[in-house]
């Protein structure tokens, strides 16, 4: 196995995701000369400066943090050079610019929650729920000019659980990711490896993209098979949540069941018994719901909601 110690490594990251890697490279001894996150950010309703996680956990284990607002920015750029580093390792962080990511001699390799070329994208993690995948899965590669493509170093198969929601999968590839990203270190670093190109050649409909989730992507439509429904329901759970309105209020879903049975029922109607089910009709059955916010209200399963809610 080869040495990190010697290796000298920026790390460019913002989000909880991305601490668990940073975490399992200080725990094996990576040496971490430099730490980019997100600028400190406004929030809460005191909208006082939060930290990002990646930040927290820097400043914690005493790494240096650059927080640039641009990072075409001549004095960050300046100062990510005076690091000298070896390689940068980039996960759940924004888009880099050339000057950035062709820094290092080693270049920059980066963390995507799909084996690419599949998913692509902000939300792969949602996207392969919601399109009712059964297995997903984990890339390091190289970045180069277009996001996402570039050659792939390391992948790693995951399944997806066929109750399991959005939230569930992300921890799971979020621990998986960090053990991918130290092999990768290892391999990469001691020339092990080598990228391979990914599969462009596959013909334009079988890849499957993963945008940034709208609002528009979080609203139920009733209209759809009841699996499908179910699917976005797992896909958008616990964040942002799929939502339908009930008697005029936002009613968020964050956990559901389905059936398949014929119905003489318009689509999108609800059902309920006012004690242990809510229900709404699909053409090839129904979605019962068991986990819900309603506007203004907190979260709740289906039996809580329905002991306080009164229905016109």
């Known amino acids: 196995m080869p040495d990190l110690k010697d290796c000298r490594i920026v790390f460019l ?33 005191g909208m006082q400066l939060t930290q990002s996680a990646v930040k927290k956990y820097a400043v914690e284990n005493g790494l240096h943090v650059l927080q640039p607002v641009k990072l075409k ?43 690419l070329p599949q998913y692509r994208g902000a939300a ?25 493509t570039g050659d792939i170093l390391m992948t790693e198969k995951i399944s997806i659980g066929e109750n399991e929601n959005a939230g569930s999968l992300h921890d799971r590839m979020m621990q998986a990711g960090a053990v991918l ?19 462009n ?12 989730i709208q609002t528009s992507t979080c609203e139920i439509d009733w209209s759809k098979q009841s699996k499908q429904i179910n699917d976005l329901v797992r896909g958008l759970s616990p964040y942002p949540g799929a939502f ?27 059902e309920t018994d006012g004690k242990t089910f809510l229900r709404f009709s699909t053409p090839d059955g129904w979605v019962f719901i068991r986990e819900l916010q309603l506007e203004g209200k907190k979260r709740m399963d289906i039996s809580s909601f329905l002991k306080g809610y009164r229905f016109n």
């Open 181 to 199: 990203v130290y092999k990768t270190l290892q391999s990469y670093c001691n020339e092990s490896i080598k990228p391979v190109p990914q599969k």
């Open 73 to 115: 920015d001549s004095a960050f750029l300046e100062e990510l050079k005076s690091l000298q580093a070896d390689i940068q390792v980039v996960v759940a962080f924004r888009m880099l610019p050339e000057a950035v990511w062709n820094m290092p001699p080693k270049g920059t390799i980066n963390l995507h929650a799909s084996l």
């Open 13 to 45: 990251g913002t989000p909880v995701f991305a601490v668990a890697i940073l975490e399992k490279m200080v725990s094996e001894g990576c040496n971490i000369v430099g730490v980019v996150t997100a600028p400190d950010k406004p929030a809460g309703r």
């Open 124 to 148: 792969p993690i949602n996207w392969a729920i919601i399109n009712g995948e059964k297995e997903t899965g984990i890339t390091t590669f190289k970045l180069q000019h277009a996001i996402d």
């Open 244 to 270: 339908t309105f009930l008697n005029g209020k936002m009613l968020k879903v964050f956990e559901a069941s389905y059936t398949t049975e014929q119905h003489n029922k318009s689509v999108g109607l609800y």
């Open 201 to 212: 050649d596959l013909d334009a409909a079988a890849i499957k993209h993963a945008p940034k």
